[in-house]
């Protein structure tokens, strides 16, 4: 029998705690053996039969050949209206407490902890090791991966608000037969929504597999037979969730099959 496949899941040195435990409890529940990495605390690929990139702060433009924009550091702490907030706090008191105190803000920029996911990534690749992206980690396998972001998303919500929220509020339409839609068993699912960047340009054995309305990239896939899944939003705080819980499990089992190849 073979042991429990080993998740690497990255993040920031300061900050990002729930994002850890919330994540590590999901491939715990799935079967796999979680494994928290961090540019003070860096673990090769060897070792590891599957990746998780996580969120955290933005991804420095100079990996897809932009220049930052100054101004738009003023504007990451945009939250979720008053009432919004209130709705989160009646419905989910502990997760929306824990993320509000354990999480860093996700402006700025983490030079040392891109050039760590970016060269785990590059890897993982390489190495067709199962790979999955959360947030800001599925926005780095699309840089690493020859693509590019929009810095900033705010004029893509002119018709209608944007949602920022931890709960389950925005509406993502599914690609029909893509993998991502067979995992969830969905055509549409509402996910959380905490970014304030996306995918421009896409990344080269990438495809599409989930979008807003507003034609902004939810989710992507390897283009191939590759385990590689990346989606905008949070799963990991969505644990109630039987099609995000599904994601985790659909990564553990290509990490089991990779463990007989």
Known sequence: MNRRPVIGITGPDKG????????????RRAGGKPLRIQPKRPHPLDGLDGLIIGGGADVSPGLYGQQRRPELDELKDRGASGWRRT?????????FIIRRLLTTKTGGINIGRDELEKELITKALD?????MGICRGMQLI??????????????????????RSVLPRKRVELVENSRLARI?????????????????????????????????????EASGEDFIIGVQW???YLPQRSSQRALFRALVE????????
Do not use: K
């Open 16 to 27: 990002g705690l729930s994002a850890w435990l919330f994540t590590a409890r999901a491939v």
């Open 87 to 95: 709705l989160g706090i009646l419905l989910f008191p502990l997760l």
């Open 127 to 131: 190495t067709r090791l199962p790979l």
């Open 142 to 163: 699309n840089v690493v991966a020859g693509g590019s972001l929009y810095q900033d998303i705010e004029g893509f919500y002119e018709e209608y608000p944007a949602i």
């Open 184 to 220: 969830t068993g969905l055509e549409e699912i509402y996910v959380n929504a905490l970014h304030s960047q996306a995918i421009d340009h896409l990344g080269e054995r990438l495809r599409i597999s989930a979008v807003e309305p507003n034609g902004i990239i939810q989710a992507i």
């Open 234 to 236: 949070h799963p990991e």
């Open 254 to 261: 290509a990490a089991y099959s990779g463990q007989d190849s």
